[in-house]
């Protein structure tokens, strides 16, 4: 049998004071008290050594968790590959759609040039025709700016188009499209109705007596 004090315990079984208290208390060591010292008491070579024992390495899961990171960044891998690829397709789409817009607004620009400078230079002779397309193109998507209805080639235009590029205050315009109507009612060779709607050729006829 062996005695020793609490230090001297510790550091034959190679753990801290702490531990041997432990032992002491969970009754895994015995221990006795003498002249108000404590002393552990233990068989020499019976007693397993009381350091905890060093774990065990599996070698399979450490593996396991290897293989799983590898497939994982694989994957990773694939899945920033396919959202490049849906990035570049959908930045494509857009150019090409934008393309399409500009080549539309720029066939649409074009025609609506060539119905104002048409209007200005055969209807509006007597306003700048630099001016008229300026307020028109600027007309914020105002479809009633730019309907504009001429019938066979550029002889005749509509009434209420007229009427719209004169740009004459609602009372007045009112007035001669009284006028117009009373005319049309009377066989006016001046004027055409066509599809309920008056036409006039400012080109051709004067019809200073209807307007002023």
């Not at 404590?38 to 399979?60: C, H, M, Q």
């Not at 400012?202 to 307007?211: K, N, Q, R, V």
């Amino acid at each position: 049998m062996e005695k020793l004090t609490i230090v001297d315990a510790a550091e034959y079984f190679k753990i801290s004071k702490e531990a041997i208290h432990n032992r002491i208390r969970r009754g895994s060591l015995n221990c006795v008290i003498e002249n108000g010292v404590k002393y552990v008491i233990f068989s020499t070579g019976k007693e397993a050594p009381l350091s905890a024992p060093s774990p065990v390495v599996d070698n399979r899961y450490t593996q396991y968790i290897e293989n799983e990171n590898l497939r994982l960044h694989e994957k990773v891998e694939v899945l920033e590959k396919e959202t490049l690829r849906l990035r570049d397709q959908r930045e494509q789409m857009l150019i090409d759609e934008r393309s399409k817009i500009e080549r539309i607004y720029k066939e649409r620009d074009a025609q609506l040039r060539s119905v104002l400078h048409l209007v200005a230079t055969k209807f509006l002779s007597h306003v700048n025709e630099d001016v008229v397309m300026k307020e028109v193109m600027n007309a914020d998507s105002n479809e009633d700016a730019i309907n504009v209805e001429i019938i066979e080639i550029d002889e005749w235009v509509s009434l209420k188009s007229f009427l719209k590029l004169k740009r004459y205050e609602d009372k007045v315009k009112k007035k001669i499209k009284s006028r117009f109507e009373s005319s049309i009612l009377k066989k006016d060779e001046r004027l055409i109705l066509r599809d309920k709607k008056i036409f006039l050729n400012p080109a051709l006829f004067d019809y200073s007596d209807l307007i002023e």
